[in-house]
């Protein structure tokens, strides 16, 4: 089945830096995939949708000039936190969307620690 | 708008003991209802989906889930656990095309020999 790899798991960076994370389809192309962030205690809330080839959507409250999404191609989808702060440390995860009776994949997620 | 709430965030259990965890759900429109698992250091896996039919689904590994829309509920149910099934378990709502998903909290589930 399609299988989302999603690097790295863990990153700890200082505040003010920028942290990439990538979000890879290893078997399946993927013109939608989806970004999720969790907040200790709290519920997987989706951040954005990225589109391969055009503009990334993103949900309301969401800041696109700090949580840039790039979807170059059909198997590559990265989010980079610019200018991270303590406040942005949280749990991120991608998905790959399903459609009519498809499931949907998601990566293994990835640990962010903004010091 | 969709909303899910987990109200357990931690359930402690013995081996082979049953367990329930628990999900709500409210939502404008249909919607399909899912449980996921996270083991520790892996991805989301699909554990058990409702769609249609019949209100009852079941898991590969013993789980069930019962929709009851009366309750708007989803409620998550294995009569015996096993040391394996430690890990966190996330209830979600989807709208018919199954990509933008609505979670809930989250509940982790331990299982203590």
């Known amino acids: 089945g399609a299988v989302v790899s999603q690097h790295p798991s863990r990153v700890i960076c200082k505040s003010g830096t920028s942290v990439k994370i990538e979000c890879r389809s290893l078997?399946?192309?993927?013109?939608?995939m989806f970004w999720y962030r969790q907040f200790p205690k709290q519920s997987l809330m989706l951040m954005a949708t990225?589109?391969?080839?055009?503009?990334?959507?993103?949900e309301q409250g969401v800041e696109k000039d700090k949580f840039l999404i790039n979807h170059a191609s059909l198997t590559l989808s990265t989010l980079t936190v610019t200018s991270a702060h303590p406040e942005d440390s949280s749990f991120y995860i991608c998905?790959?969307?399903?459609?009519?009776?498809?499931?949907?994949?998601f990566g293994q997620g990835t640990r962010l620690t903004v010091v | 708008a969709q909303s899910v709430t987990q109200l357990d965030s931690q359930v402690p259990v013995f081996e082979e003991a049953p367990v329930e965890l628990r999900c709500n759900y409210s939502?404008?429109?249909?919607?399909?209802l899912f449980w996921y698992v996270q083991y520790p250091n892996q991805g989301l896996q699909l554990l058990l989906k409702?769609?249609?039919?019949?209100?009852l689904v079941e898991s590969i590994n013993g789980f069930e889930a019962e929709f009851n829309k009366s309750q708007t509920s989803f409620h998550l149910r294995k009569p015996s656990v096993h040391i394996s099934d430690t890990a966190e378990y996330f209830c979600?709502?989807?709208?018919?095309?199954?990509?933008?998903?609505?979670f809930g909290s989250g509940t982790k589930l331990n299982v203590k020999p």
């Open positions: 939502s404008s429109v249909s919607v399909y």
């Open positions: 409702y769609l249609s039919g019949s209100t």
């Open positions: 078997d399946f192309q993927a013109t939608t």
């Open positions: 998905s790959k969307g399903g459609g009519g009776n498809t499931e949907a994949f």
């Open positions: 979600a709502v989807s709208e018919y095309n199954f990509n933008k998903f609505y």
């Open positions: 990225s589109n391969e080839g055009s503009k990334a959507t993103y």
